[in-house]
Antibody, heavy 118, light 112 residues
Framework: EVQLWESGGGLVQPGGSLRLSCAASGFTFSGYAMSWVRQVPGKGLEWVSI???????YYADSVKGRFTISRDNSRKTLYLQMNSLRAEDTALYYC????????????WGKGTTVTVSS | QSVLTQSPSMSGAPGQRVTISCTGDSSNIGAGHDVQWYQQLPGKAPKLLIH???NRPSGVPDRFSGSKSGTSASLAITGLQAEDEADYYCQSYDSSLSGSRVFGGGTKLIVL
């Protein structure tokens, strides 16, 4: 069974840093692009970043320069390093398997919550 | 606000047919990029419902169907059931935003 499991969320002060992880199982992790998508409680979905199987990365303008996506194919794990965090980054963060050539996400994790507050 | 536009909410009675619309522009849907639909049940992660405008992943009932025309797309649900009460999001790709997958703001479907 294809599964994604996020971890690393928590409470952090404005200006602080946090690293999210997403463990994958049930598929050939290195063969797929992976995305992060976030959702403010009660609001809609916002795509955050994508990394291809070979490591090419893209970011939403709202996080560019502050967030870094990376992956460890040997550990089948996706990461999101979040620096200079702001209150508006407070959200539930999902990792998702991305069908990069077709621009959609076909498998989603359950999410991990990030709260930026003093 | 979201790049793609959806009505915030709609409702229907069990057994009815409802259609959820999604409007974009010449940088996304109108540029020929495919539209996807996701269903988000209360307290759950999004689930892929339709990809490539009209394609259902394995396990998605054929009561759900998608279509696309010009700068808009639609998700139709026939034989509405109580379990269909959820938030529905459309998603596409935007050529003007590097790497960017874009979403609609979501439509909350209420089954009366």
């Amino acid at each position: 069974e294809v599964q994604l499991w996020e971890s690393g969320g928590g409470l952090v002060q404005p200006g602080g840093s946090l690293r999210l992880s997403c463990a994958a199982s049930g598929f050939t992790f290195s063969g797929y692009a992976m995305s992060w998508v976030r959702q403010v409680p009660g609001k809609g979905l916002e795509w955050v970043s994508i990394i291809s199987g070979s490591g090419e990365t893209y970011y939403a303008d709202s996080v560019k320069g502050r967030f870094t996506i990376s992956r460890d194919n040997s550990r089948k794990t996706l990461y999101l390093q979040m620096n200079s965090l702001r209150a508006e980054d407070t959200a539930l963060y999902y990792c998702a398997r991305d069908q990069i050539f077709y621009y959609y996400m076909d498998v989603w994790g359950k999410g991990t919550t990030v709260t930026v507050s003093s | 606000q979201s790049v793609l536009t959806q009505s915030p909410s709609m409702s229907g009675a069990p057994g009815q047919r409802v259609t959820i619309s999604c409007t974009g522009d010449s940088s996304n849907i109108g540029a020929g990029h495919d539209v996807q639909w996701y269903q988000q049940l209360p307290g759950k992660a999004p689930k892929l419902l339709i990809h490539g405008n009209t394609n259902r992943p394995s396990g998605v009932p054929d009561r759900f169907s998608g279509s696309k025309s010009g700068t808009s797309a639609s998700l139709a649900i026939t034989g509405l059931q109580a379990e269909d009460e959820a938030d529905y999001y459309c998603q596409s790709y935007d050529s003007s935003l590097s790497g960017s997958r874009v979403f609609g703001g979501g439509t909350k479907l209420i089954v009366l």
